[in-house]
């Protein structure tokens, strides 16, 4: 019983190329978020949707970028990726605000 | 979100009961206790969480300082497969702010 899928598992790209991670939930949540893990750290919250409100992080570079077409879905789009984007990239979603969160299993993402 | 302090690592053997402490002295009164864990190379799995009563579910028990200003998570029963890495997370906004955790091992 899959909760929060994540697609790809791994991906490889070039320095440069836009690349995609696809994350989809059947729990239907009202918050999805994303969250960078580069290797030996934490994660760490690039931004989430509540509903359709968009919340980005201060910290979070503009070359992220992601989108929420229908409750079950939501993409990250990197735009322009650099050597340093390389890192596991974990979806979660929680029924509402301050709720627990559910994780997918990441997509492990190598720019080259 | 308040600052969380917790031991880099621990051991336990299989069988015990795994105690890990977290401390949060700077927490405020709408701030959640939360435990999630991370086994290698897997997602984050949420544990427990609490505001101020003991909490116990099917994979732990949380317990709180009448202040507030610590907490224990216990694993009564540890198992090899409790080997990961567990956060302590005080928040009581969207998104959670991960700290270096406790690496817990278990030892047979």
């Known amino acids: 019983d899959a909760m929060v899928i994540q697609n790809p598992r791994y991906q490889v790209t070039q320095f440069g190329k836009p690349v995609t991670l696809s994350c989809s939930q059947t729990?239907?949540?009202?918050?999805m978020y994303w969250y960078q893990q580069k290797s030996s750290q934490a994660p760490k919250l690039l931004f989430h949707y509540y509903d359709k409100d968009f919340n980005n992080e201060a910290d979070t570079p503009d070359n992220f970028q992601s989108r929420r077409p229908n409750t079950s879905f939501c993409f990250l789009d990197i735009r322009s990726p650099g050597l340093g984007d390389t890192a596991m990239y974990l979806c979660?979603?929680?029924?509402?605000?301050?709720?627990?969160?559910?994780f997918g299993p990441g997509t492990r993402l190598t720019v080259t | 979100d308040a600052k969380t302090t917790q031991p880099p690592s621990m051991d336990c053997a299989e069988g015990r009961a795994a105690n890990l402490p977290c401390n949060h002295s700077t927490i405020s009164g709408n701030e959640y206790v939360y435990w999630y864990r991370q086994i290698h190379s897997q997602g984050p799995q949420y544990i427990i969480h609490?505001?101020?009563n003991n909490e116990t579910n099917e994979m732990a028990s949380l317990i709180i300082t009448e202040d507030r200003k610590s907490s224990t998570l216990i694993l009564p029963h540890a198992t090899l497969r409790d080997t990961a890495v567990y956060y302590c997370?005080?928040?009581?906004?969207?998104?959670?702010?991960f700290g270096k955790g406790t690496h817990l091992i278990i030892q047979p």
């Open positions: 997370i005080v928040t009581g906004a969207d998104g959670l702010t």
């Open positions: 979660a979603t929680s029924r509402d605000r301050v709720y627990e969160q559910y």
């Open positions: 609490g505001l101020k």
């Open positions: 729990l239907n949540h009202n918050v």
